[in-house]
């Protein structure tokens, strides 16, 4: 693990609370209470979540990275940990912690038993491409959507 920081599965409201900054960032299109609704529901539906936090300073570790992952089965991949998003503040970016925390995901994905790890990126996210194949991912195929909302 990297110095200085630990890894540890977000599960009360109250850790919820610590990562809701990073996850605003990202989801800035959401308003605060569509965010909160829809962390209330993928976590009922067994969507799981693991926080990198900093335990440099003073006072309580903050929260520097969060991901969000489902453990599910499909009939292409088999048991697989889908990667649901991958944040790392951008004060801790190029310091190692996205990697700490891959690996970290690595490892559950392991001790599940999972064959596979898979994720989406949007297409316009070359740091993240970059990231992924250096991690040794692999294009294997495109996400499509289509929005069902009027207007």
């Known amino acids: 693990m990297l110095a200085g920081h630990l890894a540890r599965a977000v599960v009360s409201r109250e850790e919820v609370e610590e990562v809701l900054p990073l996850l605003a960032e990202h989801y800035e299109s959401l308003s605060a209470p569509v965010l909160r609704a829809r962390l209330d529901e993928v976590r009922r539906l067994g969507w799981r979540c693991e926080a990198m936090y900093s335990a440099k300073g003073t006072g309580s570790p903050a929260a520097v990275a969060v991901t969000g992952y489902w453990i599910t089965t499909r009939i292409c991949y088999g048991k697989f940990l889908y990667v649901d998003h991958f944040i790392v503040g951008p004060g801790s970016r190029r310091l190692g912690v996205g990697v700490a925390m891959m690996e970290h995901l690595h490892r559950i994905a392991c001790e599940e038993g999972c064959e596979r790890i898979v994720l989406d990126a949007h297409v316009g996210n070359d740091a993240a491409h970059a990231f ?3 991690r040794g991912f692999k294009i ?12």
């Open 132 to 134: 992924w194949f250096e």
């Open 140 to 151: 294997v195929g495109l996400h499509f959507g289509k929005s069902l909302r009027r207007g």
